[in-house]
């Protein structure tokens, strides 16, 4: 069953938007970065820290000069995790924060939390730049061969069904955790959120994807940018981070415009 909702309109979606291709640089030689974060804001800081680790292991970068520019807007939205507290404030606030990046110089948005993107296009409507889909980035990442995946993620993210979609363009099947899965589940990320209980978050989470594989998972989608934080390196099944395959669409974004900016 679908998880009815309203869409309150934020601003007219109707205006043109460039696409990723359409981009154009127009400071520093190279793309601005805007992160639209504190979802949580450990995360947040993760998902920086994720692109400077790329820039470094891969483009053996050194100098602040080869970073891109980067913008971080921490928006305190309402709780997302069980349930979406005040629709209408979250909205509000999100596209808000959108517009700071926006106006202040952002080429494009990434979103590291995977729950508010059951309000992506509330949120791409509120502005001109693109704004990047953490979900699709995601899905990419996964082959013909894994099939079914599991889900871990914010009861929230379940219920309003936000993989389901890119899921089915795929032809892939969902593992979803039950009732009483998703309650520990829900236990793990508050824990992270408030920084509690560190000793028993990662086993709690390494049950939890054990038990997704025992249903049939032939890979799990860490689909909660808390839990990457503390996942095991090995959980004995292949890992969808989808933290990780945002931060490299972003560096693929932002290193096709200083490429350009250094011919």
């Known amino acids: 069953m679908h998880y009815a909702r309203s869409k309150p309109t934020l601003r007219d979606g109707n205006k043109p938007k460039p696409t990723e291709k359409e981009m154009v640089p127009v400071k520093f030689g190279k793309r601005t970065i805007g992160i639209l974060g504190g979802m949580g804001p450990e995360a947040t800081a993760a998902f920086y820290m994720r692109i400077v680790r790329i820039f470094q292991n891969d483009f053996r970068a050194r100098y602040d000069k080869d970073y891109p520019p980067m913008l971080i807007f921490s928006a305190p939205i309402p709780d997302v995790v069980e349930m979406v507290e005040d629709e209408t404030q979250t909205l509000t606030c999100l596209a808000d924060a959108a517009r700071t990046l926006e106006s202040g110089g952002a080429d494009f948005i990434a979103i590291p939390c995977n729950t ?53 363009k795929k032809r892939i099947g969902l593992v979803i955790p039950t009732e009483s899965e998703q309650v520990i589940l829900t236990g793990v990320i508050m824990d992270l959120l408030a920084h509690s209980n560190q000793s028993t978050v990662a086993t709690r989470l390494k049950g939890l994807v054990g038990n997704l594989k025992m249903r049939g998972a032939q890979a799990v989608v860490l689909g909660c940018t808390e839990l990457p934080l503390v996942a095991e390196p090995d959980l004995g099944i292949e890992i969808i981070d989808p933290t990780e395959a945002l931060a490299r669409r972003c560096v693929t974004l932002t290193r096709a415009s200083m490429r350009r900016s250094n011919s």
């Open 116 to 168: 508010v993107h059951a309000f992506l296009d509330e949120i791409r409507s509120a502005v001109k730049i693109p704004v990047l889909s953490m979900i699709e980035s995601a899905v990419d990442r996964i082959s013909a061969k894994q099939n079914p995946v599991g889900l871990l993620a914010t009861r929230t993210t379940i219920r309003m069904r936000v993989y389901d979609e890119e899921f089915r």
